[in-house]
């Protein structure tokens, strides 16, 4: 009998999660002889779990909605960040998703998400084998920290990237512009690995010496003494110093360097003052060397900003996406895909598949020896791995001046 | 005797100040007859007063170069935020401008700038006339504010728009993935007028009910328990409520909002705590309705991602350029290009003069009557103004994955 495939998108958005989406379904629309219908969760699993479950291979009226997917940003079926217990410890849950399956049934699981959702999938996968119930369960890894474990890189990343390096080309370009000593400091997301601010490096693939000049990483120990002294020599050479830091950098005993300025004293509100490490290095360089400092966060705009997609990224996330439906149809489960790296230049990379349990709670970093010495700049062989995941222009779907986005119709549930 | 043009830009950065540079460069070249040489002034009025003089005509070598600079955000000739004193405060000052007018045979000066630069440029052009020097002296409009009077609007505000719209799209999708009730706040630059954060208002001209639900200008009095009521309304009828806020708006007693929250208290450098309003803004939402909230401020981004840059923006940037060069051909001076909107739909400009004395220092704001009562959104007459300056796309020429930015070589001065 014909099985029923079912995805779902979990974490944290990306600009390119629906492109992987769009492929998934796209793909499993193909294979009408294998596959019956295409269902989505609302919210991930917690959509399984609460039955918010609908059709989503028929609210495609033509080819170009499947293309308006591809470049809507964020998580089209809503996400969520929902922890699964083990069986043991909560047992009605598993049952739950097992129903769930049943009453669908659900032969196919695409399950679109990075680290804790690989987990979450792992967990799903092993109940249902053990349960007798055939669920082919393939991960699609997605995440702009680009921190998982045997893919060469993950889906999302390079279209982060890509925002990350153009931004910082254009806050420098506007810091450069008075006759003064000035420091930009750009606060980058990315809490334990540093792959996402080591992209502001990638403006120096266009061959002069582009800004930023400093940049840090979790990865390298960070010692404000060292920091005053390299923006200190730095503004000895040019006006302004552009620098990249990642939000996650932390000092010799292990804490946020952005700890160190937490007071313990409380606003109007009675609520402690926390700030980023961005705001932690305006204040330590206006105090310790007094120059025109400014320091900015790219925020959520850095994983949502669809209107900058990488074109590398966008299509392999979309192949990533069929790759999982062609893995499940092969009558492979517990598996994520992955992308092996044939060459840099030209830039080739091979599809494969990675065992779930090893790629689940695994954080993949940035190897020490691809940070120089001094821990406040990224080494060549950095640049040369990131480069080929930015590259890329696509032309996105425009109205009235602004990008055309996606939505599906989550009030319709499936019977 | 062929007179010489020199050109300068002046105040904060926009994604289309050096479009109306090419226009006068390149307009300048086509008038071999009239206009010897284009010189450009690096840092505005203070290269002038030191000497720091290039030539602008000898540093391009193809179209190409004109189409690069059109797409370099920022002021490609550098900028400054030099007040000049009026000449009898500062005499020495103004014989030192006119000093450099002589020596490189100045008859056609160009000053790109914001409300203070159309200041320093009918000063200087009152200075030059009473001092016998014929030169003649007018005003391009710049400025992501867009407070210039008499102008319908102004170059680099459309691109600015462009960018909010399209980033607060981004950041909505972003924020509505999880189930559960949250509140994003933007803040958005405006100290006095509140056209930036106007434009979050555009994603509605796709026809949905697209976010932001709420906008705060500085021209409706904010009223905190109002803006918690706000959110309340807003937050029963939808998981995710996003706000766009103007950095500037203030209380009924006049007070910028965000001074209500600064405590006094100091970090542990010294420095007193400075919030902007969405840090604020977050913090109220977090004290009175305990929700998920996230600020964060499309700070200098808004001004400098040419990425974005509106097609309508550019082409009306450039245009001002070349307008302001026939202007002077024509004999005008003391005047800066202003546009006079004919119609919204078709949308047509004309391109007009203004006197500089008319524009200095005056603040246009948006009237109230475009507001709605209740302070908290634009009404129709506003977006329908609006709307036209953030139409149609910008192909931006690039190289490895980011864009190409054009640069003067400003270390070799002219003779």
């Given at each position: ?145 680009n921190d998982l474990p045997i893919t060469d ?230 640049v040369r791995y990131l480069a080929p995941l ?26």
């Open positions: 009998m014909k099985k029923n495939l079912l995805v779902a998108q979990s974490g944290g958005p990306t600009a390119v999660i629906n492109a992987s989406l769009c492929g998934v379904i796209r793909e499993g629309m193909r294979h009408p002889e294998e596959i019956g219908m295409v269902y989505g969760a609302v919210n991930g699993i917690q959509g399984i779990l609460e039955g918010t479950i609908i059709r989503v291979d028929d609210q495609f009226e033509t080819a170009a909605d499947f293309e308006l997917l591809c470049h809507t940003p964020s998580s089209a079926l809503g996400s969520c960040r929902y922890k699964m217990p083990s069986p043991d410890k909560g047992p009605e849950q598993y049952a739950k998703i097992l129903a769930m399956f049943r009453k669908y049934n659900i032969g196919y699981f695409a399950y679109i998400g990075g680290n804790d959702s690989m987990d979450t999938a792992n967990k799903i996968a092993d109940y249902c084998y053990e349960h007798g119930e055939e669920v082919r369960v393939v991960g699609v890894p997605k995440t702009i920290d890189h993950c889906p999302g990343f390079g279209s982060a990237a890509k925002y990350i390096a153009t931004t910082l080309m254009e806050v420098a370009a506007d810091a450069e512009v008075y006759p003064m000593k000035s420091v930009v400091i750009a606060e980058i997301m990315g809490r334990n690995a540093g792959w996402l601010t080591a992209a502001a490096s990638l403006t120096r693939e266009l061959g002069g010496s582009y800004a930023p000049q400093l940049i840090y990483l979790p990865e390298a120990v960070f010692d404000p003494e060292q920091f005053v002294e390299d923006v200190r020599r730095e503004l000895d050479k040019r006006d302004t110093v552009v620098i990249a830091v990642s939000e996650g950098v932390r000092l010799a005993d292990g804490s946020y360097a952005a700890e160190s300025m937490q007071s313990g004293q409380v606003d109007a509100f009675g609520h402690k003052y926390l700030a980023g490490v961005g705001k932690y290095l305006e204040r330590l360089t206006a105090d310790r060397i007094g120059c025109k400092v400014r320091s900015l966060e790219l925020s959520v705009m850095q994983r949502a900003a669809a209107h900058l997609q990488s074109a590398t990224d966008l299509e392999e996330a979309v192949r990533a996406g069929e790759k999982a439906v062609e893995a499940m149809l092969r009558g492979d489960t517990r598996i994520m895909i992955a992308y092996r790296r044939i060459s840099d230049a030209p830039y080739r990379i091979a599809y494969e598949t990675a065992p779930l349990g090893e790629v689940a709670n695994v954080e993949h970093k940035i190897p020490r020896k691809w940070i120089n010495e001094a821990g406040n700049d990224v080494r060549e062989e950095l930015i590259q890329g222009e696509v032309s996105i779907p425009m109205k009235n001046g602004v990008p055309m986005h996606f939505s599906f119709d989550k009030t319709r549930l499936a019977d």
